[in-house]
């Protein structure tokens, strides 16, 4: 059972923006930190982004701040990630996961943190 399903993917050219959008149907994601990672083939799991449960605490990878805005929405169980200003760099597979906790932490850009994921979506930057 698929319980983090993440949309809006796709190719833009530089300079584009893309929404990308972490859905799931159960509740309990809604009290739980939650991140935004890429992967690129070679390179690992980079974190990108992370919001704690209430969003009060929100965490950025240096590459895309300014860049980037992640954001909740607790009633309807959703965790967004708006990218704007996308450069070639940006390409890779956008994944969503989730931690056990509400809190995210000082290393919310670690992939071990994170025991749940979904099954990633694709964003292409061209120059």
């Known amino acids: 059972q698929v319980e983090l399903v993440e949309s809006g993917g796709g190719s833009v050219q530089a300079g584009g923006s893309l929404m990308l959008s972490c859905a799931s149907s159960d509740l309990k994601y809604s009290v739980k930190c939650m991140g935004w990672f890429r992967e690129v083939a070679g390179k690992g799991r980079e974190g990108v982004a992370a919001i704690d449960a209430i969003g009060r605490t929100i965490s950025y990878a240096d590459s895309v701040k300014g860049r980037f805005t992640i954001s909740r929405d607790n009633a309807k169980n959703t965790v967004n990630l708006r990218m704007d200003s996308l450069n070639p760099d940006d390409s890779g597979v956008y994944y969503c996961?989730?931690?056990?906790?509400?809190?995210?932490?000082?290393?919310?850009?670690?992939?071990?943190?994170?025991?749940?994921w979904g099954q990633g979506t694709q964003v292409t930057v061209s120059s």
């Open positions: 996961g989730a931690q056990s906790r509400a809190w995210c932490g000082d290393t919310w850009g670690a992939p071990d943190d994170y025991n749940i």
